[in-house]
């Protein structure tokens, strides 16, 4: 087992990573001191794998334990879902104390969380993510969020866990499609803080997609740590934080276009590293070189890299301007220096410069 | 115009109180340095009062304006409203830089400040409270929060505003039974901390009913300045924050029987602390005089002291046990000691206690 802390003053907590770490929940719990109920979040994908495992790991340790099935999926990340989880905590008599414990992927934790954000103005709230893109990105730095019909993640807030705690052997169960997806966000530390992890992961990506334990334990834990120490300088994205959205400006706009969950996050982020580096390089901050070796790595991992046709740079554009970064009518978006280096760029005519990149990029 | 500052580390922030503040709104918030773009939050019944002169004095100082108008009353605190405000904001081009601004009373105020807490994560929120009851209690301290159909103020967050801006003479319009609901509130800042305060508001009711400047002035401040020293040691209500909340338990349970907005918030908070005050005699820890002075007071307020008799002991005890601040099944209640101290209790068997005190205090 590997552990790290997430340093933010009164708000520090720990995340430990390891194989088969659902059967020792009760040990890994019991330093938080938590209060007897507990109420487990999770989705009918996740629940029938690994719901039982978890209740009665919970069961055994003394908590009582209440749960949440969600159905599964991006397009369930709404007020509805939210209002779900309200009801049945009220209707079970869940207090202040009482603890929220996500069980599965990045739209579970997003939710779980802003719900432990929120009940009662704020419970306790453990993250176990159960899919390579929770693991490696959503459940740690404390975005919780539900998005909008005009927006994705627009309502939310800045709530840390108390604990993340990530199985590897979880991902076992995780089907392709969504392992990829996750890769998409491991791709992307290495682009934006850290080029020799980039070409660690180059060169280890057979080993990675056969999710050899000690390549993914290493790989999550290089993430982690890069986003911790990127969360301890910025928790509420005043600033560096920022950078973490490199691909999701106009990856959000990909999703939202093609509407929630038709294409997975991490596949938008994909097409969104591609075009964001194009634009880098059409900005001289990043080679062509730089360019095909992002999509190279991507191609590889089972990503797409090619933008959806059906739509025109205008309606792109539109879409990214209701990006959370968009700032006084500017839109701003994340750009990579090379591999390995990364800062934020503000754009005073948009549909000029993508109207060009997307004009190469297009399928 | 007076002011006092309430001390929350990085989020400190000032209370400014005086007549006719809002044509000096543009000096009163420049020192916070916001951006151009200002949502003002508001009512029907407030925006066709102020709504012009705010929206002027907005303008005048340089501010793009949007409004949302909400319908008045308690029982549109709920996220139907909410999701209005969220709408109109996204539509309207907000962004992470856009200020909410709260014109009106403890509803606009919780609902405005919830929003300015969860859109895009958090946006800088000034509070212009134009009732008596948001201007003594609700628009100070950050507790924001909607309604749920299970109870009130269910979903919240801890979210302090930059500025609390007091313009007195906006009571001038305040309808008779909804200053009166507000001095239910000050009355409850002399029973929980202050015997001299309490004992003034005695001597000087006549005066605070008549909304003489002075004699509000000094009431709005006094209460402003109890709440801030409880906020400041504990702004998360983990302790002694939680004695701002006397006469709330029960006074919750009143509202959520007769149904939001059909009997105010100060009216059922009144109801509550005849009811706390009589189980503290019930305890001895204050003496008959002491209810009998506070339903004195309360009923020279013009405010009703009685419980609703359509209800049955066993119902009110049961919409308590819904109350925030019941822990690990326990009910806790906030009780005065005397006049001018308070302390939180927590009741093993709630029925029994309630039962016997319900019985003479039935209408």
Redesign the interface.
Known sequence: MQQMKVELAERSYRIVQGDDLLVHLGELLAPLQL???VVVITNDVVSPLYGSQVDHALKQAGYRVDSVILPDGEKHKN?HSL?II??HM??C?C???TTIIALGGGVVGDMAGFAA??????IPFVQIPTTLLAQVDSSVGG???IN????KN?????YQPLKVIIDTSTLDTLKKRHFCAGLAEVVKYGVIADEEFFAWIEDNLATLLRKEPTALGYAIMRCCSIKADIVAQDE??QSVRALLNFGHTFGHAVEQLCGYGEILHGEAVAIGMVIAARVSATMGLCTLDDVIRLEDILYKCGLPTVVPAQFSPRQYVAAM??D??????KLRMVLNRGIGSSDIYEFDNPIQVFAEVLACAAE
Do not use: N
Request: charged share 30%.
């Open positions: 209060a007897e109920h007020a209002d309200y009801t009220l209707e008599g207090d202040r104390k954000a929120t009940y009662m103005r704020g975005k919780t969020a909008h019909p005009l927006g627009m309502i939310g807030a800045f509420t994205e301007m209701r959370k970064k968009v700032s006084s009518g």
